[in-house]
């Protein structure tokens, strides 16, 4: 099967981390990898964000990403690229009609605008995974929310247009048919983790004797990091470190580490909170084994993969009851979920959990299972062939085979 991934802001050979480089950078490479292992032909299709990039880069992992021009080629962020969805979805048709795909697979909405308009001539099913809906961005951030205006009515369009949508969890499901999605055209399919890589066993990064709380992802303020330092004031004997954002001789400069930073002096324990900035993907599992918990605090997550990391590595998850944690995090099995945007609670859950190493030991246990179980990328691959088939691709039962 030829699969044409269409990621208009988000390439998967970008550096985790920084400004609009998260998760979805991490699905769509982790994903196409799992499809191309599948003997897949998977080709990614992202915006030029350098001059100097070639216009097809052929990975070692076994997918092709080609750079599309749409606009200036440089970086621009996310919000700012709905103007140039046109060019990119013109540079998509051109190439298609040379070749075209079995099946498109659009990673946010207006990836899956840009898809919708390309593929119409096509005959091509289009699949489509938001990562991230504009009515939950807008309820929780409401005037902070930077999305373009037209957001939330061409999500509906792309919706409501595609052969299928696939939720990363089933919180999503419940917005999409808000959104006048059928239910019948929807498919739950999770985001992944890779049990080579992130495992119990193997290198553990140094630590001190206080117990250590991790906390992991982009930093900005939805990420709820300041409910875990404020948390820590009513912990004594623990650090939290932080890790994600520009690389650390760029922290100094970032508004939300110093506010963090602030934040972190307000309540008196500066000492014992470490920003580490950008850690490489290789450090990470490394990272995760050296804490005695993984805290997760947003405001909401459409899916989160760090709980599926720190899982697979068999470390215990306290999440934010919100979104896709609600998935993830089985509440007294695997880790606990807590009340959102509740510091007092999130200590009050922690403090006796950090005094109970057998109850860490068992949560982390169930929760390798559980992500070696449901989550490993390849059981991800298989779900999305399925889905593929569902959207009509090929009759269900054939055997698949692929292409960009």
Known sequence: MRIAMVSEHASPLAALGEVDCGGQNLHVA???????????????????????????????????????????????????????????????ARDWRQRPPDVVHAHFWMSGLASVLAAADLGAPVVQTFHALGSVKRRHQGRDDTSPAARQRLERLVGRSVSRVAATCSDEVFELIRMGVP???????????????FSPSGPVADRGRRHRLLAVGRLVPRKGFDI????????????????????????????????????????????????????????????????????????????????????????????????????????????????????????KVLRPLLEDAAQRE????????????????????????????????????????VSS
């Open 30 to 92: 982790e994903l196409s990898s799992a499809l191309a292992g599948r003997g897949h032909e998977v080709v990614v299709h992202t915006r030029r964000t350098d001059p100097d990039l070639p216009e097809r880069v052929d990975t070692a992992r076994g997918f092709g990403v080609v750079h599309v021009p749409a606009g200036p080629p440089g970086p621009l962020a996310k919000d700012k690229l709905l103007p140039h969805m046109g060019e990119f979805a013109d540079a998509l």
């Open 183 to 197: 239910r019948s055209r929807i498919s739950v399919v999770p985001c992944g983790v890779d049990p080579r890589q």
């Open 228 to 347: 875990a330092v404020e948390a820590l004031a009513r912990l004594p004997r623990t650090e939290l470190v932080i890790a994600g954002g520009p690389r650390p001789s760029g922290l100094s400069a970032d508004a939300e580490a110093r506010r963090l930073r602030r934040l972190a002096q307000q309540h008196g324990v500066s000492d014992r909170v470490t920003l580490l900035g950008q850690v490489s993907r290789t450090d990470m599992p490394a990272l995760l084994r050296s804490s005695d918990v993984v805290v997760c605090t947003p405001w909401y997550e459409p899916f989160g993969i760090v709980p599926l990391e720190a899982m697979a590595c068999g470390v215990p998850v306290v999440a934010a009851a919100v979104g896709g944690l609600t998935d993830t995090v089985v509440d007294g099995v695997t880790g606990r979920l807590v009340p959102p945007l509740d510091p007092v609670e999130l200590a």
């Open 362 to 401: 068992a949560f982390g246990a169930a929760g390798c299972d559980r992500a070696r179980a449901r989550y490993a990328w390849s059981r991800v691959a298989a779900d999305t062939e399925q889905v593929y088939q569902r959207a009509g691709v090929v009759p269900a039962g054939t055997v698949l085979e």
